[in-house]
């Protein structure tokens, strides 16, 4: 008897477990193949660059990651307000200005990114690691939009110290505040946001939740 109580007890668990996964599938699931698919096709256009015995050239590498950061910059912004939101022609100007904001200044890392790529003297150990600085970007973008989908839903920075921690992050952490507020001073972006000390690059392990707890930012 105890055996077939313990046993149903656990599949209701991995039911639970069943159901939640599925739930967090659902929601994640197309603007992270979106991020997958940026990834890859980055990732594509830096192998061609140093693969091919000069077959492209660095100036043809500039002008289709320039490209590639252009269609993803317009169907990211479309994938994430539709998840999140709904009708695409409802969105305002000062949400759709978010396309052209973040293609600009991804587009403007792009010519120093092929030099680094053709520099004789980079450590190409870290092309994916820089890589991932690219696609860590596009999801920030993504999970920004969805955010302005929702409103101006409020957020909680939040997360553990970890190794490295600054200033603007302990003044920071554990308060809450609206998303506008937080986008006045330019808190949300990561990876080289100068309005930190730590420039919430990857040690930084401070994110902005929602008010159910999830990370909403990473
Ligand atoms: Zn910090």
């Known amino acids: 008897m105890e055996i077939d109580t313990a046993l149903e007890h656990a599949e209701l668990v991995l039911l639970r477990v069943d159901r939640y996964l599925r739930r967090q599938h659902i929601e994640l699931a197309v603007s992270d193949t979106l991020i997958d698919g940026y990834r890859n096709d980055i990732g594509n256009l830096v192998q061609e660059l140093l693969r091919g015995s000069g077959r492209m050239s660095k100036a043809q590498f500039r002008r289709d990651m320039k490209g590639v950061i252009k269609d993803y910059a317009r169907e990211g912004f479309r994938t994430a307000w539709e998840e999140d939101g709904g009708d695409v022609s409802e969105a305002e100007a000062s949400d759709t200005e978010l396309i052209g904001e973040w293609q600009t200044e991804q587009q403007g890392y792009v010519d120093s990114f092929a030099?680094?790529?053709k520099d004789k003297t980079s450590d190409l150990d870290f092309v994916d690691s820089r890589i991932e600085l690219w696609a860590t970007?596009?999801?920030?973008?993504?999970?920004h939009v969805k955010l302005r989908a929702e409103g101006d839903p409020v957020l909680k920075l939040d997360g553990d110290d970890g190794r490295e921690s600054c200033d603007e992050c302990q003044e920071y952490k554990g308060q809450?505040?609206?998303l506008s507020w937080w986008e006045k001073r330019g808190l949300t972006k990561r990876n080289g946001n100068e309005n930190y000390g730590c420039g919430r690059w990857e040690p930084c392990q401070h994110h902005f939740y929602n008010l159910k707890g999830d990370v909403v930012i990473a």
């Open 115 to 117: 030099d680094w790529l």
């Open 176 to 178: 809450s505040h609206r």
């Open 137 to 143: 970007s596009f999801q920030n973008f993504v999970e």
